[in-house]
């Protein structure tokens, strides 16, 4: 075999760029080409209507953006917003065309670098566990980190009442 070939069914093991962050005890990542920026928590205005998770919006140099606080999205306890909480801001892929949304989380812990033979897929809970917007579960650090698939924690109803919201607010 030549060098640079591969064996017939082997894949390349790529390094991928996750940013992490905590919710609760559970340590997250998030792919960093999906996220735009990391903001500290500013004034969210709230929007009648909504579900609970849906925190508000926020006005990002002009830009009215809808956040969603994470936590109470993945029905965490819900806990007081302290220095460390922040907002990191992401681009999400829907139906009608990439949308910004803020995610409030506990706190930005660091970008790592995780390669794809690190990656296990969900584990099944069966199917009373909606594990969709798991994009896989990385070794990394002695840890496991839950891999986010950012365009599918929210539905698109939800990813609607969030664009509806900062419609709204504009």
């Known amino acids: 075999m030549e060098l640079g070939q591969e064996k017939k069914g082997q894949t390349e093991a790529k390094i991928e760029k996750y940013l992490t962050f905590t919710l609760g005890e559970e340590e997250y990542g998030v792919e960093i080409l999906k996220v735009r920026e990391i903001i500290g928590?500013?004034?969210?205005?709230?929007?009648?209507?909504?579900?609970?998770?849906?925190?508000?919006?926020?006005?990002?140099?002009?830009?009215?953006?809808p956040v969603i606080d994470l936590r109470l999205k993945f029905g965490l306890e819900p806990r007081e917003y302290d220095e460390r909480t922040c907002i990191i801001v992401v681009e999400v892929s829907t139906q009608t065309g990439p949308v910004l949304m803020g995610i409030i989380v506990d706190n930005v812990s660091e970008v790592?670098?995780?390669?794809?033979?690190?990656?296990?897929p969900p584990?099944?809970?069966?199917?009373?566990?909606?594990?969709?917007?798991i994009l896989g579960m990385a070794k990394a650090k002695g840890k496991v980190k839950?891999?986010?698939?950012?365009?599918?924690?929210?539905?698109?109803?939800?990813?609607?009442a969030v664009a509806q919201a900062a419609e709204q607010n504009v």
């Open 146 to 160: 839950i891999l986010l698939d950012i365009d599918k924690v929210l539905t698109q109803e939800e990813i609607g």
């Open 41 to 65: 928590l500013m004034d969210i205005t709230p929007v009648p209507h909504t579900p609970e998770f849906i925190k508000g919006v926020i006005n990002l140099r002009g830009k009215v953006i």
């Open 112 to 120: 790592l670098n995780i390669s794809t033979t690190d990656i296990e």
């Open 123 to 133: 584990p099944r809970f069966g199917t009373q566990v909606d594990t969709r917007f």
